[in-house]
């Protein structure tokens, strides 16, 4: 069982950065895939960036701008979120795939956090 914690959101005007992060607790972190997902209301959840082995993947919407990066040995995987928009306005989900095959699929992750909001003000 992995448990994974988010932490860092918050309300940011347009232009703003945040710094988003996900404690993982297990013994075989490094070698998990770890994602990050958003959720807005009224819309489903959808993939925002990806991490596994040497290999990252961003949502085209988000390129750019936002940065994924990880800490094995702290058990962290980060979103540095910068140049904010009122549209990145979401839940924002950390996700882990122990499989390690990482991607955008949201069906290839098995474990979720409970989310944290990020609230972009125009």
């Known amino acids: 069982q992995v448990q994974l914690v988010e932490s860092g959101g918050g309300l940011v005007q347009a232009g703003d950065s945040l710094r988003l992060s996900c404690a993982a607790s297990?013994?075989?972190?490094?070698?998990?895939?770890m994602g990050w997902f958003r959720q807005a209301p009224g819309k489903e959840r959808e993939f925002v960036a990806a991490i596994w082995w040497n290999d990252r993947t961003y949502a085209d919407s988000v390129k750019g701008r936002f940065t994924i990066s990880r800490d094995n040995a702290k058990n962290t995987v980060y979103l540095q979120m910068n140049s904010l928009k009122p549209e990145d306005t979401a839940v924002y989900y950390c996700a882990a795939d122990p499989r390690g095959q990482g991607g955008s699929s949201l069906s290839r992750y098995d474990y979720w956090g409970q989310g944290t909001q990020v609230t972009v003000s125009s």
């Open positions: 297990g013994r075989s972190f490094s070698s998990y895939a």
